[in-house]
């Protein structure tokens, strides 16, 4: 699965793409030079059940520790997610 960024550095998503439209993305706001709010995560129903939330949040951690941004999960699904694993806690605020 190809995970893509699109950012204009004070808003993007990752995203995966298909049949000329987003199927799947994680979208973050930049609060500052080094916060990150992921605001929300939207999976198209033709990809649900197939861990592509997940994959789009795997896609963004390397990026936010290589950047050394902090994470803000105000988006429920991925507040969830860092609830449940405490293995990607170091990347939030």
Request: aromatic share 6%; with cysteine.
């Amino acid at each position: 699965m190809d995970i893509k960024l699109d950012t204009d550095g004070k808003k993007g998503a990752f995203f995966v793409e298909g049949e000329g439209k987003r199927l799947a993305e994680m979208a973050f706001t930049m609060a500052g030079a080094h916060k990150m709010i992921i605001d929300h995560t939207d999976v198209d129903d033709s990809l649900r059940g197939q861990g592509v939330g997940r994959k789009l949040l795997d896609a963004l951690l390397p990026y936010v520790r290589e950047h050394e941004i902090k994470v803000i999960p105000l988006c429920p699904y991925a507040k969830s997610v860092f609830e449940k694993d405490a293995s990607i806690r170091d990347v939030l605020l």
